[in-house]
């Protein structure tokens, strides 16, 4: 089965999976548009989101406050099959009905959130390591419309930085990263 959220997790992934698997050990340490994350912060949250977002996909609750340490062994194998879970989890139609228990919210918009963190914290990292990044423009649009949605309750808990007013450049992803408060030129370490 599939869900709309799930074909667009499906088209998100690839790029921040290959992106994932492209960081080398000695990047660790370098820091990401998320001023309060090192790539190594960053993977291990965006980790944390592809494995607890299986859970609320089944309304489970889930612990937000553990901080598994996911970068041991073979981890970017294992960020590639949790991904993949994630999206299987949100195939389901049941996935995206009513009200999320954890969360608070439907759970369509909860689905997105995944999405969003999918592919922002993909570029994120692919900046932060010098790597391309190239979002697929139906994930962009859909996300472009959550974003502004969410976006004064995500500023006011510290979920999203201060808007960044974007250059005239037409470039959607640079829309959406901009107002997720990420500045589209911040410095590539290619």
């Known amino acids: 089965m599939a869900t709309k959220t799930s074909d667009l997790l499906t088209a998100a992934a690839p790029e921040t999976v290959a992106v994932v698997r492209g960081i080398s050990d000695d990047q660790l340490d370098r820091p990401t548009p998320c001023q309060e994350y090192a790539v190594r912060d960053l993977l291990g949250h965006l980790f944390q989101v592809v494995v607890n977002f299986q859970g609320l996909a089944a309304r489970r609750p889930v612990d937000w406050s553990e901080q598994p340490d996911f970068l041991t062994g073979d981890w970017r194998d294992r960020f ?82 201060a808007v960044v007013e974007p250059a005239d450049t037409g470039d959607d992803l640079d829309r959406l990263l901009c107002l997720t408060g990420r500045d589209p030129a911040w410095p590539s370490a290619g």
């Open 80 to 161: 590639a099959v949790e991904t993949g879970r994630v999206i299987g989890a949100w195939s389901e139609p049941s996935a995206l009905k009513g009200v999320s228990p954890g969360m608070g919210m439907p759970q369509e918009v909860v689905g997105g959130m995944l999405l969003l963190d999918l592919t922002v914290h993909g570029w994120d990292l692919a900046r932060s390591t010098g790597q391309p990044y190239r979002a697929d423009p139906a994930v962009v649009a859909e996300l472009l419309d959550l974003a502004a949605r969410l976006a004064p309750t995500a500023r006011e808990r510290g979920v999203f930085g």
